[in-house]
Structures are given as C-alpha cells and as structure tokens.
C-alpha cells in the first residue's frame, strides 16, 4: 500500500540519517593520531592556556588561578579563569584555563556555575573542620562523630581529632560510552542549553567534588533522544571529545575532584611504604579514582607505583617525587572507563583552618571568638574578660550557644559576614575563606620551552618578587643523644643559655668523632 511505501521510505530515510550522524564522528585511529601528535609536540599533561585572572582583586595565587577571600560569594573556594572582557586580566589568550591530557584537549569552560558565579569557573572545597572527625593513622580509620565531645573522648595515641588540613583539588579525565552527552565532556556543565539544544539536569555523585558534595548539578543530553541534526552539533563540535570504536560512540570526560584532607601532609612518601594520607598500592588511601561511576571515591584505589616515584604509571617529564611535582598522566589499573582509560593531574592543595575559637596555645588554626560566660550574645577574643579558664582543645572546638554559659566559642563568630568577626588576633583571617597564601599550585604547563627561556622567565620573576615557594624556615632542633654523654666535654660550643630546669644540666654540641656530631648535657658548676 501507500502508507506501507512511505513508512518504509520513512524508515530508510531514518536509517540513513542515522548512518551519516554515526559516520561523521571522527575514527578511533583519527581521534589517537591527533592527541599522539599533541604528546609529541607538548612535553607533558598540564596547561595549554591558563586562563585569566579576575582584575578587580588582589588574589591572585598564579595566572588563572586565584581566590575570592572575604567576599561572600567565595566562600570555601577557589577560581580557574575568569570570562567576559571586563574585569579580567593576565597572560592567557583564553579566559578560561584549557588542558592537554594525554594528548586530548579538554575546554574548560562554562562548568560548575551558581547563579552568583555566571562568569567564574569555581572549584567548591569542603566545610571547614569542626572538631567533629577524628583520623587514626594506624589504621587509616576516619570517623565523623555526632559531636566534638565524642570526638575528643575517642583521642588515642594514633586517633586525633581533625584540627586542620589540606584539601587536594585535581582534573579526572575518562573516556566513556556515549549515552548520556555532555558538553565540553564536562560532567560538571552548567548551562541550560548547549547551542539551542536543551539539556536535562542531573544530581548525583557522578556531577559532583566528592563525597562530602550534596549540592553541585550537571547537565546532559541523552544521546537516544536527540534529532539527527541535534547529534550532529555535539559531532562537528571538537570539543566535545568524541570519537568512534567500532560500533560504540565513545566520549571523553572529566569533572573537578576536591577531596577532604586528613591532615597537612600529602607528601610523606616513602618506596616501602606510605605513612600519610595515602597509602602503598592503594592500601587506606585517601584518593580514589571514580571516573564513570556515579558515586565520589567509590572507585579503584589510586596508589604510589611501584617505585615510590609518583603515582600509578606516571611517565610524563613531570614525574618525581611526591604529590607536588607526580602528575598522575598514565593508564590507571581497573579504572571504570572505556579500556581503563582513567587519568588525573594535580592542580592544588589548599590549606584549612578550623571552625573552633583561636586560641594561641591550644587551638592555632582556630578562627572563631569565644562566647562570653554571661549568657548574652557577647562574644570574646581568647585572651579577654569573661571567656573562663581555658585549659584545653576541646573547650576551643566545643560550640556554645545563647544561654549556655559553659566554656566553648560562640558558634556564629569565625566565618565571612559574621557580626562577631574573627577571633584570630593574629591576622583576622575566616575559616571559610580562602586566602592566596592557602593554597599551593601544583598545576604545570603542557608546553615545550626551551631551558633558556625558563631560566630567564624565573630570574625576572625573583627580581620582580613573584615568586613563590612553599619551603618552610630552617631551625636546629636540640635533641639529646644518649650514646654521647660527657660530664665534662672538651671542645664544646654551649647552645645559648637552654637550661634543663629539671636537673640543671645544660646542653652542648660536641664533636665525639670524626664521623658525627653529638648532643649532650653537662652538670653546671657551682
């Protein structure tokens, strides 16, 4: 019949369309000769534009990263690139920062935005620490307790209550089948529509930072339910990352991860074994690499390689020793991606302070005020009238409210736009606010330069005053070695007036033979 003939014309109609979208994707072996060409013409994963910065404030950390301290909008978080012409600033040809994984260049643009955040690329980190999470080295064991007495009560010799810490921001990349299709292959994307094409909004582990995000959205297309003309913009546009294996269309992804510190070293590392946040081989570690899975940290583990060197497989000129200078480049063993194709470079520690009262001797990275004793609403620095004898941690990170006159910090003092204001008579700095100064950058550019031209590049940065190191000041610590006591030594040098009010003994530095330099005490004379 009639109708038969044109369902059928119809239905090849279709067909053929859907041939020609499926056809114009790029091959396999097209997409990998281009990023092989990348990798040859780049010296590692990392940068290829870094984005710019914000004009109107003084925080920069580096060019295209920068924070937002005090300002309300800025709470726990940092900035990748700025958009828009006004307002902006730095050496970048782009606005926002743009990346060479392994070859394949990821566009970072127009992800993880809030209503407030329209033109700002922001990476959201964790609430500050409260002193209600207690870590046990021992066992790797971390645990959120319902209050900061419980916590405190729970303290051994290996399990400390969480007082301050540094939160590790990265760029995960995978390649994924096509099913759901994602802008820019961004897990994070925010807009409504991509190039008049209405996206749908998802909420669950797979848009989000990590665990402890209950928040963040993505949005998405689903593949099936787009028109052939629809699939066709997501196929000509480049950035979107997608390619063809055999009968599958296959994406490359990547969201931003934060994960939650334990404390404030990342880089003890050691080749038999790892004594700090992560752990060898993945054992208690702290990063798990999720890639398409839907819930944060939930993956493989992502431990030391074998050779204590870096991370798994890192093989990039970026390698070396430590989460500072490893760039997690390579194939990551079982990771939940198309052909285990999981990748993760560093971009930034950020340091934290906690959410208790400061307090010089007992709570140094606390922010908050203590609460006065009266009952009122006064709130008081440590060191003021009114706040009670204060003889331990606990008391700092221990939360008191209106009416309860019990000692413990005034729990709306500490944070931005807080009438209370900091506590911190040292720098009046927030708990919720990041400061230039908090965060260490570990990204690095893609680029191939000559060596001359970095030397040159750092000599006038030192004379400019823009460098930054993260090196802590040099001091001698006097510690007291057993094995080379004399009562009375020879050719000693006294270390100042440091006296053992004890038992009267004063310590020296000695020399008891050629092949080491001892430290002792001797009895001071009458």
């Known amino acids: 019949s009639e109708t038969s003939a044109a369902l059928d014309a119809d239905r090849a109609e279709t067909a053929a369309e859907a041939i020609e979208a499926f056809q114009c994707a790029m091959t396999k072996s097209e997409f990998f000769a281009l990023a092989e060409k990348r990798i040859r013409d780049n010296a590692g994963s990392g940068l290829l534009e ?6 109107t404030l003084n925080t920069y950390v580096n060019d295209g990263l920068w924070v937002g301290n005090e300002g309300v909008w800025a709470k726990d978080a940092i900035f990748l690139g700025k958009e828009g012409s006004a ?36 990476a959201r980190l964790p609430p500050a620490p409260d002193g209600t999470k207690t870590y046990d080295t021992a066992t790797g064991n971390v645990v959120q307790h319902a209050d900061s007495a ?6 051994g010799a290996t399990n400390k209550v969480i007082l301050s810490r540094q939160d590790f921001v990265f760029l995960e990349v995978w390649h994924e089948k096509l099913v759901n299709a994602c802008p820019l292959g961004c897990a994070m994307f925010q807009e409504a529509t991509y190039k008049g094409i209405s996206l749908n909004a998802r909420s669950d582990g797979y848009t989000r930072y990590g665990e402890w995000d209950t928040t963040t959205i993505g949005r998405y297309a689903v593949w ?44 003890n590392i050691s080749p038999n074994g790892f004594t700090g946040q992560l752990a060898y081989e993945g054992v208690n570690a702290a990063i798990k690499i999720q890639c398409s899975e839907t819930a944060p940290d939930t993956g493989v583990d992502l431990g030391l390689s074998n050779d204590g060197r870096g991370f798994y497989g890192s093989a990039s000129p970026h390698d070396g020793a430590g989460l500072g200078h490893g760039i ?20 930034a520690l950020v340091q934290r302070r906690n959410q208790g009262a400061y307090h010089p001797e007992y709570n140094k990275h606390g922010c908050g005020r203590f609460k006065k004793l009266s009952g009122n609403t006064s709130h008081r620095a440590w060191h003021e009238e009114d706040v009670g004898n204060i003889v331990s941690t606990e008391q700092c990170l221990t939360p008191r409210a209106v009416g309860d006159n019990n000692i413990g910090y005034a729990n709306w003092s500490g944070n931005i736009g807080s009438t209370a204001g900091s506590g911190r008579t040292n720098d009046g700095k927030f708990y919720d606010a990041i400061y230039a100064s908090d965060v ?9 330069r000559p060596k001359a031209e970095i030397r040159e590049e750092a000599f006038f940065k030192a004379k400019a005053g823009k460098v930054r190191g993260f090196e802590g000041v040099p001091f001698t610590q006097v510690r007291l070695d057993t094995s080379c006591l004399q009562s009375t030594p020879n050719n000693r040098i006294d270390l100042g007036d440091v006296d053992n009010l004890v038992n009267g003994k004063k310590y020296y530095i000695y020399n008891p033979t050629v092949d080491y330099v001892g430290v002792g005490t001797y009895v001071l004379s009458a």
């Not at 390619?243 to 991860?257: A, P």
Request: hydrophobic share 35%; net charge negative; aromatic share 8%.
């Open 440 to 448: 260490k950058d570990l990204r690095m550019s893609s680029r191939r």
């Open 50 to 55: 870094w984005g710019k910065n914000i004009s």
């Open 87 to 122: 307002n902006v600033t730095g050496i970048s040809r782009v606005d926002e920062p743009v990346y060479n994984v392994n070859g394949i260049t990821l566009a970072m643009s127009q992800y993880s935005r809030e209503s407030t955040q329209s033109n700002r690329s922001v």
């Open 150 to 155: 419980t916590a405190f009560a729970s303290e």
């Open 224 to 267: 099936d339910n787009l028109s052939f003309a629809e699939k066709d913009i997501f196929l000509s546009d480049p950035d979107n990352n997608i390619y063809k294996d055999g009968d599958d269309l296959i994406q490359v992804c990547w969201r931003i991860r934060v994960i939650e510190g334990l404390g404030d070293d990342w880089q």
């Open 328 to 347: 997690m480049h390579n194939i990551i063993p079982d990771a939940p991606a198309h052909n285990n194709l999981g990748f993760a470079v560093p971009i």
